[in-house]
């Protein structure tokens, strides 16, 4: 299940990468967005870009953790919070991510 999940999230950094004004990238490393443990990005920023980015973002990500639930026969939420866990561990120094009391870290 692990394979599934990490090349599920490999796919999804695939589509969140393409043509937008703003790449989800950009929106990391400008300090605009970071990861959750509950699986999903969450603006720091709130322009309308930044939220659009996230919007998109997360949408791919639902669409793909249910697929991922499905054939498991797990939980949506348990998958959500696998992928979170990795994307939280895997995030590059400078990014931000959100600690268990919900304020935001900038990854050392």
Known sequence: MKKCIVTAL???????????????????????VGETLNGYL???????ETLMLVDRINKARTESYQQ?????????DDVAKMAGQK???RARPGDYVQGIN???????
Do not use: C
């Open 42 to 48: 969450a603006p720091i920023s709130q322009d309308k």
């Open 10 to 32: 490999l796919v999804l950094n695939l589509y969140s990468l393409s043509a937008l004004a703003l790449t989800l990238d950009e929106a990391r490393s400008q300090g605009r």
């Open 102 to 108: 919900g304020k935001w870290l900038k990854k050392p």
């Open 68 to 76: 991922l639930a499905e054939r498991n026969n797990i939980a949506i």
């Open 87 to 89: 994307l939280v561990e």
